[in-house]
């Protein structure tokens, strides 16, 4: 699972980083890490740049967080409340909230206190509620399709060996969310590792309940 996670991650993120050079480590790489996240997340909270640009800058503090350890992904927590607000702004872009979500996913792969974290914030309330929209309400669907892949992922990343996102999922999102995985998972992921919507349905168990119905 942690393969295909960081497979995702190598392959489909971390060529988008453009503005984003991974230095050479140095006895000094955590010091680099936490200026640039610092640098990222004061434009992140800066109302005067375009959301765009905040949502770029939440990007590249994801793939900081995820190329920096542990120190890094302690630095780029203080601005998971600031890409959360973000994705709860009202006719918030399909690009800008890809973007968001992309640097969620670095901040918390494989980095329990900051999956503790987002989980203390109702970040699954907030992705929930982007796994559901309507693809026939936008114009862009196609671009609303793109957004729900992402939820996908990042929802993996957040219930890989954690019980208790898994449960909290599986309260909030129920039969609905099971409806919406299922469906996802007969789309087209071509360009990705895997299939996030089909990974995801099975990480919560929902195709346990597949099996006893067909028993």
Known sequence: MFKKL???????????????????????????????????????????LSLEQRAQAAKNIGLLAYTGGPNAGIYASEYIQDLIDILHMPDTSAN???????GLCGICYINYSNQNKVKDLNLADVLFVCLTEDENS??????????????????????????????ILRELGGQMLETKLKSLSHMEWSGWPDNYAEVLFSLLGFHKGQLTSAI
Do not use: D
């Not at 800008?96 to 992309?102: G, S």
């Open 6 to 48: 960081q497979a995702c991650y190598e392959t489909y993120i971390k060529t988008f980083f453009s503005s984003v050079k991974e230095e050479p480590y140095n006895p000094t790489g955590s010091i680099f890490h936490k200026q640039k996240i610092v640098r990222y997340g004061t434009n992140v909270r800066n109302t005067q």
């Open 138 to 167: 936008s114009p862009a669907s196609n671009h609303i399709t793109v957004v729900k892949f992402w939820v996908c992922y990042l929802l993996t990343v957040l219930c890989c060996n954690n019980i208790p996102y898994i449960r």
């Open 96 to 102: 800008v909230r890809i973007l968001v979500l992309q």
